[in-house]
C-alpha cells in the first residue's frame, strides 16, 4: 500500500472529524432544501453534477499562473497576479456546490470531503495572501505563497478525485442497469394496487411497480444520486420523492423534478397482458 492509500485510510477512519462534519453538513442541508436552489446546485439542468464543471477554473488559472511565475519571464507578472484573481473569484461558485453535493454524504466519505474543503480553504487564503503580496511589489513572496497554494490545491484534487472514482460519491447508480428489450413479464397485475408499492428483479435490475391515478409505472427502484430505495418512498405531485435526501422523479417519464439528484431516473414501458400479467421493456427510441 502507497502512501496515498495509506493517507486516505487514515482520514477516513478519523471519527473524531464527524464532531465538525455533521453540524457543518446538517446546517448546509437546511439551506439548500429549497428545489430552485437543490436544482441548481445539482446540476439538474444540464444533466450531470456543477462541481466538477467549476472547478476545473481555479484550478487551471492557479496552474497556469505558478507556471508564468516561474517559466514566463518577467513580463509575465501581470497576467500571473490576474489568474491569481480568476481562481479566487471563481472558486467560490465551486466551494458553494461542493458543499451541496458533500452534505447528502455519509460516514467515510464525509470525512474525506471536510479534509478536501479544508485543503481548498487552505489554498484559498494562500492564494489570497498571493494576491496582496503582488499588489505590494512584494512578487517574490507572491509567488512562493502561490505555489504553496497550489501543493494544497493539488492535494485536496487527489481527495476529490478519490471521493469521485474510489468511492462513488454522486456516480448515477442506475448507470449500469439494463432491462430487457423484449416484453418481459414481472408480476401479476393484481400485485399492483392502486396507492401501493410491488418490487420485482428482471435481468438483475430492481423494479418498482406502483399506480397512482389509475396509472401504471415501472422504475428502476433505486435512487440514481445516493442508491436510496425508492419502495420506500412517498409520492407527491405527480412524483416519486426518494426518502434519503428528497430527489423527486416524475412518475410518467421519469424526469429529475427537484435535486440532488441530477439525472432522470429509468422508467420502462409497461403493458398488462390479456391473461393478466404485467409486462415491461426498455423504452422503445
Known sequence: MNLLHVIIDSIEGLKPLDKVADPVAAAV???VQPRHIRNTLSGAAIGHSVHPVLIVVPAGAWLMASFLDFAGGKGSSHA?????????????????????????TQGKERRVGLVHAAGNSVALVL??????????????LGKL????????????????????????????????????TEWTRVASDADVVEGGRHTTEVNGVPILLLRHD?????????CNHLGGP????????????????????????????RGPASVPQPVFETRVTSDGFIELRQPVS
Open 80 to 104: 500571473a497576479a490576474l489568474l491569481v484573481n480568476v481562481g479566487i473569484a471563481s472558486a467560490v461558485p465551486a466551494a458553494v456546490t461542493g458543499l451541496h453535493d458533500w452534505s447528502d
Open 29 to 31: 442541508s437546511k439551506v
Open 145 to 180: 505563497l502561490g505555489l504553496a497554494g497550489l501543493g494544497s490545491m493539488g492535494f485536496s484534487a487527489y481527495l476529490g478525485g478519490h471521493l469521485a472514482y474510489g468511492s462513488g460519491v454522486n456516480v448515477n447508480r442506475t448507470a449500469w442497469h439494463e432491462a430487457p
Open 230 to 257: 425508492l419502495e420506500d418512498g412517498t409520492v407527491k405531485d405527480g412524483c416519486i420523492v426518494c426518502p434519503w435526501h428528497q430527489s423527486m422523479f416524475r412518475l410518467d417519464d421519469g424526469k429529475n423534478y
Open 214 to 222: 389509475g396509472k401504471l409505472t415501472a422504475m428502476d427502484s433505486v
Open 127 to 140: 492564494y489570497g495572501a498571493s494576491s496582496i503580496a503582488r499588489v505590494k511589489n512584494h512578487h517574490g
